[in-house]
């Protein structure tokens, strides 16, 4: 059966109250597609305001950063042949992030030397990511969209896509991998990170997370839309990719960190690259 026609795969969005349609899709800063689910769109703009606050909402963002950069950084330089240890290793490489909320990714990519897009369904959290580039001095080109209106667009391809903890937020996860797939520049690589879908995931991922330890607000993830590894494999499986994975991210308590793990049984990320 292909992976489209499961249930989980496919969900009708909701429409939280209080939550108006965008403005007309011809403008060149709305978001418009198939893949967005309101309202998960509404949920992460009420707080768009607080993406750079490291003791707010996305405070274990902000903790679990630095081993997500440590792996794509080192993931990159084995696909590309660069040195890790220079200043800017990616110079001369392109790099989209998808789904990029406030851009916590999308900055340190851009002083690691890429030329990066970054776009996001919110509207509001495109104005705070832009805000911030602007302090910092950073060139990021910044824009409400989906990966559907960028294919549309001919944008591309990029020798790096990246899709970080959104899969498990659309309404089609398999119509959107596949696309963002498909942005994908020859050589070049994909990179996705999502929550599995296991009972572990459902008492750390969602239960503890929310509602014991409250690392994230509550009702931020629906436990039914998390992905299995292989059902990621499975989504990409018609497209020309080698999927490679999963790898595991885990929290190591007694070090308050997070790190690469061979355990993927809560958060993992896959690598699909073009040959």
């Not at 992976?3 to 965008?22: C, I, L, V």
């Not at 042949?81 to 990616?90: E, K, N, Q, S, V």
């Not at 797939?181 to 969602?206: E, F, H, Q, W, Y």
Request: with cysteine; glycine share 8%; proline share 7%.
């Amino acid at each position: 059966m292909a992976a489209s026609n499961d249930s989980r795969t496919a969900r009708k969005p909701q429409s939280p109250e209080g939550f108006s349609d965008p403005p007309s899709a011809g403008s060149p800063d709305v978001a418009s597609g198939a893949s967005i689910d309101p309202a998960d769109v509404a949920r992460f703009s009420a707080q768009a305001a607080e993406w750079w606050d490291a003791r707010g909402p996305f405070a274990p963002l902000h903790r679990f950063n630095p081993a997500r950069l440590s792996f794509i950084r080192d993931q990159v330089c084995a696909r590309f042949g660069r040195d890790a240890r220079t200043l800017r290793p990616f110079e001369g490489l392109s790099l989209i992030d998808i789904g990029c909320g406030g851009g916590l990714v999308a900055e340190p990519m851009r002083r690691m030397g890429f030329d990066v897009t970054a776009v996001d369904a919110s509207s509001e959290n495109i104005g705070t990511a832009r805000a911030h580039a602007a302090e910092t001095g950073l060139d990021i080109a910044y824009r409400a969209a989906t990966v559907e209106q960028i294919e549309a667009e001919g944008a591309g391809p990029f020798d790096v896509v990246l899709a970080l903890e959104i899969i498990e937020h659309v309404t089609d996860p398999e119509a959107f991998i596949r696309t963002a797939s498909r942005l994908v520049a020859p050589g070049g690589m994909l990179i996705v990170a999502t929550l599995n879908r296991t009972l572990r995931s459902l008492a750390l991922g969602k239960i503890a997370a929310e509602y014991v330890l409250r690392w994230v607000p509550a009702g931020t993830h629906d436990w039914r839309q998390f992905l299995k590894p292989d059902e990621i494999r499975m989504m990409l499986s018609e497209e020309p990719l080698a999927v490679h994975g999963p790898y595991g991210l885990a929290y190591d308590l007694l070090n308050d960190r997070w790190g690469e793990s061979t355990d993927a049984a809560v958060n993992f990320m896959m690598v699909a690259t073009r040959d």
